[in-house]
Every structure is written in structure tokens, then in C-alpha cells.
């Protein structure tokens, strides 16, 4: 696909640095997934001693921490919560810069009153006068034109010298991760090594994005008619009931609700599935790290934001509405077509589609 690039404003020139660079990372699942190439990248130039930088923190919310445990990245990472209050470990770690890989408004006034001298990051939400260093996204008719986020923020790691090689997201499952995901299916009662559907029908940023259980449910029971494969259908904290009511509909499938779940052991449990099936929500860019094969079914928002690592994926969405997308929280016009209307057969025909792909 083609798109407009994003600018950057003055200066133009990458900085000539030195010291210490903190990134902070994004505030949701599936774009600090998105942003995991740039957080390779400032590990790799850091521990080559070739890079830019000479030493390297990775701010991120504590809960979040889970999603990039288990690999390289860990020595890096600095936990927000608990008492740890953003401004108050930025002043702590005294960074030469900062690299602002969300588009909060906050994180960027808490960067400049911590004295950061170089703060790089997106111009969005009237931020702009609080970088230095600072990419301007392409709007028309003074509306952002949306580009996929990971080129967003492979752009703006250019902004500090760093150039990640690709954007294929880099995920790591721990042997905790996988003791965990290994004891989660035996609790749902599958033996060890049954392949299985993993179906993760939440969305963590409302109703808009979610698809009807019983459509789930139906797509699920026709991938067991076809593959022979049961599912295991779990969610976040507060998604009980609509897994379950997934599960109400779908006989073959089996609910996680009632087991402690975190983002730590869905990474294995995404990584050893036959297939994903999901909202529009952050457990679509694990099964792009891992190269599981996925479908991901779409309301509310623009195709082009996640527009990177399809070789594995199909976005299934309702084309043609006059209303879509709308980016609300919650369907204004009350009739949610752009989820009503999406038919199981359809996120059925995408499933057998990538998983053609996936078969050498």
C-alpha cells in the first residue's frame, strides 16, 4: 500500500548524540508489540558500542512488563507503578534523551519538565511545542491521514539515529510463560500437545470493537467441523462473561475464565496454537511475532494502522459503510454495523486462507 510519509519538523537533522537514551514505551499491548523492532534496535546499538547511544532504559507501565520479559530486552526495562511515578524516575535516571514512542500528551510534558534535553516523538494532540526533536504525521483537510504505526514509530527512532533493520515485532516466551500456558491447557482439558484454536474476542478499548459472541462461537464450530481442532477462548481482566457467553455457544471450545491469566503466558499460548482468532486488539501482534497464523475481525478503526505483518494475518472488516470507521469507543448511531454485519463464513473463508499460507 502507498501512503503519505510523515514529516519531520525542524530540525531535520538527527541529533549528535551521546549518553543515555530512555525510550518510553506505548501504553497499549498491541503497539508496544509494534514497537519492539525500535526497542531491538537501541539494544543492538547499544550493546555493539557501534550505536549512537551509550546506554539504554525502557519506561514502560509496570503491568505491561510481561510482554517483552524473556529476552534480551529485560536488563533494560524500568517498571512504572507501584509507588514509581513517571516524573519521578525520569528525574531519577537524568537521561540525555528521550524517546517518546507514545502520543501522550502527558508523557511528553512529564519528559520536558524533567529537564530532558533532547525529547523526540510524535506531533499529535497539540504536543509538538513540547519536543525538540519531532515527526509531523500527514493529515488532508486538516485530518491525520493514518499510516501503519509501526512505520510511525520506525520514523521516529530515525529521530534519534536509530534505524531498525525491519518491523517484523520480536517477542519472547519464557520457560515461566510456558510452564504457565502448559498448565492452562490441561486446566481447560486438552492433553499435551492438542492442537488447538486460541479465540481471544475482547478489546480493551470498548464496545465498538467487539464482535457478537455467538459469531465467535460459530466460526469456532466450523473450524472444528473442518480441522478437528477444540478452542481455548480467554481474555483480560473483566472479559469472563463475554468469554464465557463464547463459550455458551460454542460446544467444542473451552473457557480460561475462571484461571489466573496474564500477558506473560498468552505469549505461549498464541505462539503454540494452529490459529488465532481475535479482535482488533493486542494478541494480533503476538501471533505476528511468532508467525501464527491469525485473523483479526475489525469495526471501528482504520485498516491502514496495523497494516504491517500480513504475511500470516487477514484483517476481515465490513467494507463500504458510510460510517466506518469512526474510531468511537462505543457505536454513536447505536446499530454497530460494522460489527453486526460481519459474517462468520467470511472470518471462516480468511481462516482456511492464512492457514493455507502457513502449510509448507
Not at 504525521?137 to 493514518?146: C, E, Q, S, W, Y
Not at 504505526?149 to 515485532?169: C, F, I, M, Q, W
Given at each position: 500500500?502507498?501512503?503519505?510519509?510523515?514529516?519531520?519538523?525542524?530540525?531535520?537533522?538527527?541529533?549528535?548524540?551521546?549518553?543515555?537514551?530512555?525510550?518510553?514505551?506505548?501504553?497499549?499491548?498491541?503497539?508496544l508489540v509494534m514497537a519492539?523492532?525500535?526497542?531491538?534496535?537501541?539494544?543492538?546499538?547499544?550493546?555493539?558500542?557501534?550505536?549512537?547511544?551509550?546506554?539504554?532504559?525502557?519506561?514502560?507501565?509496570?503491568?505491561?512488563?510481561?510482554?517483552?520479559?524473556?529476552?534480551?530486552?529485560?536488563?533494560?526495562?524500568?517498571?512504572?507503578?507501584?509507588?514509581?511515578?513517571?516524573?519521578?524516575?525520569?528525574?531519577?535516571?537524568?537521561?540525555?534523551?528521550?524517546?517518546?514512542?507514545?502520543?501522550?500528551?502527558?508523557?511528553?510534558?512529564?519528559?520536558?519538565?524533567?529537564?530532558?534535553?533532547?525529547?523526540?516523538?510524535?506531533?499529535?494532540?497539540?504536543?509538538?511545542?513540547?519536543?525538540?526533536?519531532?515527526?509531523?504525521?500527514?493529515?488532508?483537510?486538516?485530518?491525520?491521514?493514518?499510516?501503519?504505526?509501526?512505520?510511525?514509530?520506525?520514523?521516529?527512532?530515525?529521530?534519534?539515529?536509530?534505524?531498525?533493520?525491519?518491523?517484523?515485532?520480536?517477542?519472547?516466551?519464557?520457560?515461566?510463560?510456558?510452564?504457565?500456558?502448559?498448565?492452562?491447557?490441561?486446566?481447560?482439558?486438552?492433553?499435551?500437545?492438542?492442537?488447538?484454536?486460541?479465540?481471544?474476542?475482547?478489546?480493551?478499548?470498548?464496545?465498538?470493537?467487539?464482535?457478537?459472541?455467538?459469531?465467535?462461537?460459530?466460526?469456532?464450530?466450523?473450524l472444528h467441523r473442518r480441522?478437528?481442532?477444540?478452542?481455548?477462548?480467554?481474555?483480560?481482566?473483566?472479559?469472563?462473561?463475554?468469554?464465557?457467553?463464547?463459550?455458551?455457544?460454542?460446544?467444542?471450545?473451552?473457557?480460561?475464565?475462571?484461571?489466573?491469566?496474564?500477558?506473560?503466558?498468552?505469549?505461549?499460548?498464541?505462539?503454540?496454537?494452529?490459529?488465532?482468532?481475535?479482535?482488533?486488539?493486542?494478541?494480533?501482534?503476538?501471533?505476528?511475532?511468532?508467525?501464527?497464523?491469525?485473523?483479526?475481525?475489525?469495526?471501528?478503526?482504520?485498516?491502514?494502522?496495523?497494516?504491517?505483518?500480513?504475511?500470516?494475518?487477514?484483517?476481515?472488516?465490513?467494507?463500504?459503510?458510510?460510517?466506518?470507521?469512526?474510531?468511537?469507543?462505543?457505536?454513536?448511531?447505536?446499530?454497530?454495523?460494522?460489527?453486526?454485519?460481519?459474517?462468520?463464513?467470511?472470518?471462516?473463508?480468511?481462516?482456511?486462507?492464512?492457514?493455507?499460507?502457513?502449510?509448507?
Amino acid at each position: 500500500m502507498s501512503s503519505s510519509p510523515a514529516t519531520a519538523a525542524r530540525p531535520t537533522e538527527p541529533p549528535t548524540p551521546a549518553g543515555h537514551l530512555v525510550v518510553r514505551a506505548p501504553n497499549w499491548v498491541g503497539d508496544l508489540v509494534m514497537a519492539t523492532p525500535v526497542l531491538e534496535a537501541a539494544r543492538l546499538a547499544v550493546e555493539s558500542g557501534a550505536g549512537p547511544w551509550s546506554r539504554l532504559s525502557i519506561v514502560l507501565r509496570g503491568h505491561l512488563a510481561a510482554v517483552v520479559e524473556g529476552g534480551a530486552l529485560e536488563p533494560y526495562l524500568v517498571r512504572l507503578g507501584k509507588g514509581r511515578k513517571e516524573a519521578e524516575v525520569l528525574a531519577e535516571l537524568a537521561p540525555d534523551a528521550a524517546l517518546l514512542l507514545t502520543s501522550s500528551v502527558g508523557a511528553a510534558w512529564r519528559a520536558r519538565k524533567a529537564g530532558i534535553p533532547l525529547r523526540a516523538g510524535a506531533s499529535l494532540h497539540g504536543r509538538g511545542l513540547l519536543l525538540t526533536h519531532r515527526i509531523v504525521p500527514p493529515a488532508r483537510a486538516g485530518r491525520r491521514v493514518p499510516i501503519p504505526t509501526a512505520h510511525l514509530l520506525r520514523d521516529l527512532a530515525g529521530l534519534v539515529g536509530l534505524h531498525p533493520s525491519d518491523l517484523h515485532p520480536v517477542l519472547h516466551a519464557s520457560p515461566s510463560d510456558d510452564e504457565r500456558a502448559r498448565e492452562l491447557r490441561a486446566a481447560a482439558g486438552f492433553a499435551a500437545g492438542e492442537p488447538f484454536v486460541l479465540c481471544c474476542p475482547g478489546a480493551a478499548f470498548g464496545a465498538a470493537k467487539l464482535w457478537p459472541p455467538p459469531r465467535f462461537a460459530e466460526a469456532l464450530e466450523e473450524l472444528h467441523r473442518r480441522h478437528g481442532w477444540r478452542a481455548i477462548v480467554t481474555g483480560g481482566p473483566g472479559e469472563e462473561r463475554l468469554v464465557d457467553a463464547v463459550c455458551a455457544a460454542a460446544p467444542s471450545a473451552r473457557s480460561l475464565s475462571a484461571e489466573a491469566r496474564d500477558l506473560g503466558s498468552l505469549k505461549a499460548l498464541v505462539r503454540d496454537a494452529q490459529l488465532l482468532l481475535v479482535g482488533d486488539s493486542g494478541p494480533r501482534w503476538y501471533a505476528a511475532a511468532f508467525d501464527t497464523p491469525c485473523v483479526s475481525v475489525m469495526g471501528p478503526n482504520f485498516p491502514e494502522l496495523t497494516a504491517t505483518s500480513l504475511e500470516l494475518c487477514e484483517v476481515v472488516r465490513v467494507e463500504g459503510l458510510a460510517c466506518s470507521p469512526c474510531l468511537e469507543r462505543v457505536c454513536p448511531l447505536d446499530h454497530h454495523a460494522c460489527m453486526v454485519e460481519l459474517s462468520s463464513s467470511a472470518v471462516v473463508a480468511a481462516a482456511e486462507r492464512v492457514l493455507a499460507r502457513a502449510t509448507p
